[in-house]
């Protein structure tokens, strides 16, 4: 079936409606919104919902992340447009390794002979992150994992396309035994907000999105601890761990990567207000840290 276009006078009563319930956005989404829709009930109910509160990728059904159109159902955490730099990051790690010593031709081109790169994607949500760098990649194997019950049906439906699989448990509980020192990137955007200021977020995040995928602790860090404290047991022996966290918390998440055997590197990318924690079992190429600390980078403007 497809989708009954909406008349000036529709679109003009849906941006006024959506406008009126604070959507600074309100003309991009309510042609999101009528060109998704099937019909003009659908129409009706899906900026009912939107102007209720719920997350317009809720209500939509999808979302847009990396160039890639997401599923996302009710009750998933919402990839955020800060989460393209932790995916730039992890492409790069993966070509960097998959480039032979002597290589030949474009660098950082995976050769016809290289290996699949092995990507496991912990608390993966929806599955976005996973997915948008493995389908930068030339040959991948992915593997994701969430503990929520939503979070993987959803998952599954992202990753399935591609030949991943996606496994339900505890962070590395329900990972196949067979990835143990297999795992060339290990990318993670496990929650980092502080318990204290989950009541500060949007509405819109803590009222329709799973706590579980917001909240790290008292110190935001908890989940990133426990990521780090196993990873070497399933990294390869080049692999690499990326997790995603905050400006004001990069140098404790890079401390629980010390602690556990690694070299941390933070960067940071003012474009997207976003920090990734790159952790090695050696330095990350170009970039050796300082001692004492972790090696810090920062891109964008």
């Not at 309100?26 to 209720?52: G, I, Q, Y």
């Not at 929806?126 to 593997?143: K, M, N, P, T, Y």
């Amino acid at each position: 079936m497809t989708a009954t276009p909406a008349t000036p006078g529709d679109l003009a009563a849906i941006v006024s409606r959506l406008r009126a319930a604070g959507c600074v956005f309100a003309e991009d989404e309510a042609r999101l919104l009528t060109d998704t829709a099937r019909s003009a009930a659908d129409v009706a109910a899906m900026v009912d919902r939107r102007v209720s509160g719920h997350p317009l990728e809720h209500v939509l059904g999808w979302a847009e992340f990396c160039g890639l159109r997401i599923a996302i159902t009710d009750g998933v955490f919402v990839p955020r447009r800060r989460s393209a730099f932790l995916v730039r990051q992890a492409v790069a790690v993966a070509l960097t390794a998959a480039a032979p010593p002597a290589a030949t031709g474009t660098p950082g081109q995976q050769g016809p002979h290289h290996r699949r790169t092995v990507i496991v994607d912990l608390c993966c949500g929806s599955g976005a992150i996973g997915v948008a760098v493995a389908s930068a990649l030339d040959s991948a194997e992915l593997h994701a994992a969430d503990i929520d019950d939503a979070a993987v049906a959803c998952a599954r439906q992202n990753v399935a396309p591609i030949g991943g699989q996606v496994y339900q448990g505890d962070l590395y509980d329900p990972l196949p035994a067979r990835l143990r020192g297999r795992v060339d990137v290990l990318v993670v955007n496990a929650p980092y907000v502080p318990t204290s200021e989950i009541a500060l977020m949007p509405p819109e995040a803590r009222l329709h999105e799973p706590s579980i995928a917001l909240d790290g602790g008292s110190d935001g860090v908890d989940v990133h601890r426990r990521v780090a404290g196993a990873a070497s047991g399933w990294l390869a022996h080049d692999g690499t761990l990326l997790i995603e966290t905050s400006d004001r918390q990069a140098a404790t998440t890079a401390a629980a990567m010390t602690e556990s055997g690694l070299v941390p590197v933070i960067t940071s990318d003012d474009d997207f207000d976003a920090t990734v924690v790159i952790g090695s079992r050696g330095a990350v190429p170009g970039t050796p840290p300082r001692a004492g600390a972790a090696a810090r980078t920062r891109s964008g403007r």
